[in-house]
């Protein structure tokens, strides 16, 4: 058994530097990077550090960072969005970024030990350990099915930004799910395990696990696993309680983004009765995505600007009361 990380600062962290209105670069600055963790932030020392990758494998394998390094280096460019509390889900926090992770992809890990066919699913272990809204916790635990690693992209990331990785951001090494809620990337990894069946711990049942709304009078709950990104977008400019001038030109831009990629943006500049569509950019890798449209605003009083984003599988952001529901920013349009 390996002697659990020390936590400094330990309990729930967060730090939330940047509002929407602030996401003015395409790829935002580490220092800029939301943190998220919710049983401290683990102090790893990466001498005594090492990866182990056992359970439904032919060859279980530990490997220190170095043996990490060795492998070819991937650069993924990916939105990275916070899920937002596990016990208010329906709230949108908006804490989202878009940043450059370098690692070795966990394909050409899988490679090297050999996964069993009976293998359905990896579990990702993080240093980190403590209580939790009532839970207690031996680590952080989540799990990921193996045919979302087949897919590609999905690393053991050591770089951030080109640097190595922040203690706040994982240190030495993390998961990193590009597409998924940020709450699948374990940060602080230390063990994987292959197997069967999903994770039995608290981040997986508990937590990020939500109901499915079921027909009336259907007798079983069914759940599901908070992982791929719903559409979502967010207007950068103008920003919350600008004043803007009659007859004058303006551009409102901002970010979209969604796991299966954005189909279309929609504003709206009368509080959503009517839309138009934007001009949005090609997704590069899976990058948020810039969208904009050109405005005039023709008469004086306060408006709420909107923006509406669907996906490529035809799933588009709700008004209300859902992570991704539809953001508002209200302005004032002055003679
Ligand atoms: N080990 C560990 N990994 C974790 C967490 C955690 O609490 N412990 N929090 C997750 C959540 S909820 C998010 S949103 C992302 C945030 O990553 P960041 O802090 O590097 O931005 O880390 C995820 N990985
Ligand atoms: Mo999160």
Same mark, same amino acid.
């Given at each position: 058994m390996r002697a659990r990380a020390v936590l400094d600062p330990g309990g729930l962290f967060r730090y939330i530097p940047l509002r929407?209105?602030?996401? @003015?670069? *395409?790829v935002t600055p580490t220092r800029d990077l939301f943190v998220l963790a919710h049983l401290g932030v683990a102090r790893v020392d990466p001498v005594a550090w090492s990866l182990d990758i056992d359970g439904l494998v032919r060859c279980p394998q530990r490997l220190t960072l170095a043996d990490l390094q060795r492998f070819p280096k991937r650069e993924v460019l990916s939105f990275h969005e916070c899920a937002g509390n596990p016990l208010t #889900?329906?709230? %949108?926090? /908006?804490r989202v970024a878009n940043v450059v992770w370098g690692g070795v992809t966990l394909e050409t890990l899988l490679d090297k030990v050999g996964v069993e066919p009976t293998a359905s699913y990896i579990w990702s272990y993080g240093l980190d350990h403590g209580p939790f809204a009532g839970t207690q916790n031996d680590s952080y635990l989540k799990d990921l099915p193996l045919r979302r690693v087949k897919a590609g992209d999905v690393l053991v990331a050591y770089e951030l930004n080109g640097e190595p990785l922040s203690a706040e951001h994982g240190f030495p090494a993390r998961l990193l799910v590009p597409g998924?809620?940020? @709450?699948?990337?374990?940060?602080?990894?230390y063990r994987m395990v292959l197997a069967d069946r999903r994770a039995d711990g608290p981040f997986t049942t508990v937590f990020y696990n939500e109901v499915i709304p079921s027909?009336?009078?259907?007798s079983t709950v069914r759940t599901r696993p908070v992982w791929e990104v719903a559409p979502e977008s967010v207007i950068v *400019?103008?920003? %919350?309680?600008e004043r803007l001038q009659v007859g004058t030109p303006a551009e409102i831009w901002g970010w979209a983004w969604s796991a299966k990629g954005i189909r279309t943006v929609e504003v709206s500049v009368d509080g959503g009765e009517t839309w138009h569509a934007a001009a949005v950019n090609v997704r590069e890798q899976w990058s948020w995505q810039r969208f904009h449209v050109a405005w005039r605003p023709s008469e004086p009083g306060g408006v709420a600007l909107l923006c509406r984003a669907s996906d490529l599988a035809g799933a588009t952001q709700p #008004?209300?009361?859902? /992570?991704n529901a539809i953001h508002a920013v209200p302005v004032t349009v002055v003679t």
């Open positions: 929407p209105h602030q996401f @003015t670069e *395409a #889900p329906e709230v %949108p926090e /908006r998924w809620y940020g @709450t699948n990337s374990v940060k602080w990894l027909s009336p009078g259907a *400019a103008p920003a %919350p309680d #008004p209300r009361g859902a /992570r």
